[in-house]
């Protein structure tokens, strides 16, 4: 079974620096996909970057971008220039592509992120 | 605009009744999901279905049903209420598995 691990269950940042956002992923489906999802204190979950295991280039989506390392299994979140609006927890989640259909999201447990001025 | 809404927003009920959540796309999404969060456990998969008469057990199914009688709705039903579902239920939609899910509002359930 497919398995998220996010390391850092929360974690200070100051305005205006990087952040990166650990995730770790296992499973032997060799066709898969990786999701960045954002949720603030409000509650909505809010889809952020997308890539997938065949996908050369690491995916970007304005001040998100994810840093994929098939071979170390490793998708982490850069997101660059912090701002007090990030502040929110953080979820990687995984689907499997060997299906014929989609079966769903396998997520990890989460980084609380908190941006300070 | 397209959306994804779930109904009620906050449900308190008692143990052994029996608890039925909507979910309502307007994406026209065949791939629909639900899950539960709860703390230390990010979340988990409850069933998703891949299109109409199609439901599938997800990691977390015991005690929940679904049933799918056409493309906008995926209603949730808890058969009898225990206070291990009280939880955030979320569902979400699809239009392929390479793409991302859509997520409602969310549901509070609190089993009493």
């Known amino acids: 079974a497919q398995k998220i691990t996010q390391t850092q269950p929360g974690m200070f940042v100051q305005e205006k620096e990087a952040v990166t956002l650990d995730c770790t992923y296992d499973t032997s489906d060799p066709s898969y996909g990786l999701f960045w999802y954002k949720q603030p204190s409000s509650g909505e979950m809010i889809f952020l970057i997308y890539?997938?295991?065949?996908?050369?280039q690491n995916a970007t989506e304005g001040r998100y971008s994810l840093n994929f390392q098939k071979a170390r299994k490793s998708a982490n979140l850069v997101i660059s220039a912090s701002q007090l609006g990030d502040s929110a927890m953080y979820f990687c989640a995984m689907s499997l592509f060997s299906g014929g259909g989609a079966d769903g999201l396998t997520f990890g447990k989460g980084t609380h992120l908190i941006i300070q001025p | 605009d397209a959306e994804i809404t779930q109904s009620p927003r906050h449900k308190i009920t008692e143990t052994g009744r029996q608890v039925t959540l909507a979910c309502h796309q307007t994406w026209n999404h065949n791939n629909m999901f639900w899950y539960r969060q709860d703390l230390g456990h990010g979340l988990r998969l409850i069933h998703y279905?891949?299109?109409?008469?199609?439901?599938n057990k997800g990691e977390v199914s015991d005690g929940y049903s679904v049933s799918r009688s056409n493309t906008e709705d995926l209603p949730l039903t808890l058969e009898s209420a225990a206070s291990s579902q009280t939880s955030v239920y979320f569902c979400?939609?699809?239009?392929?598995?390479?793409?991302?899910?859509?997520f409602g509002p969310g549901t509070r359930l609190t089993v009493t």
């Open positions: 890539q997938g295991s065949y996908d050369q």
């Open positions: 279905s891949y299109g109409v008469q199609d439901t």
């Open positions: 979400a939609s699809s239009e392929r598995r390479d793409y991302e899910q859509y």
